[in-house]
């Protein structure tokens, strides 16, 4: 008897990965939820951190006596004894805020991170774009003004080079 079996037809081969359909819409999908978290900014930026003063706590143990065989009334020592010592380190006086304005972008956020400041940056620019690189604009306004104390976060709102503020 011979064999009705026929072979099926032979598949196609595979597209790779990156020329998949679903590959892109994944990767736009990706970048549109990536955008929407980096324009929300994650939370509220308003709360400023207060440093405190660091506390050290030393405490000291004393051994018990050795056991002794004790003759009748014999008066009774502490088995420890306990010190506690607490140092507060002098608080370290705030820095002021240096200004900025008129500085490039890039070379204000070394200045204000050198002095110790958390930097939020803004575009004023019209049409709301990004700072993605940050040497090509320059600081038109900050907040808080130069000089303020007992801040920890500093606004800097630039605008392009080519631009006026």
Not at 20 to 32: D, E, H, M, Q, S
Not at 123 to 135: A, E, K, Q, R
Request: proline share 12%; hydrophobic share 35%; aromatic share 4%.
């Amino acid at each position: 008897m011979s064999s009705m079996y026929t072979p099926p037809p032979a598949d196609k081969p595979k597209k790779p990965v990156y020329r998949r359909k679903g590959f892109w819409i994944g990767i736009g999908a990706l970048l549109v939820v990536g955008s929407v978290a980096n324009a929300v900014n994650g939370g509220d930026s308003s709360t400023d951190a207060k440093p405190e003063p660091a506390v050290t706590v030393t405490k000291t143990a004393t051994p018990a006596a050795p056991a002794t065989p004790a003759k009748e009334e014999e008066p009774a020592t502490p088995a420890a004894e306990e010190t506690v010592e607490e140092e507060t380190a002098p608080a370290a006086e705030p820095e002021p805020v240096p200004d900025v304005v008129g500085m490039n972008h890039a070379d204000a956020m070394t200045v204000l991170h050198t002095a110790g400041f958390l930097v939020d940056e803004e575009s004023v620019s019209p049409g709301h774009t990004f700072i993605l690189n940050n040497s090509n604009w320059k600081v038109c306004s900050q907040d808080p003004q130069p000089g303020a104390t007992d801040v920890l976060r500093v606004t800097i709102n630039s605008v392009k080079l080519d631009e006026s503020c």
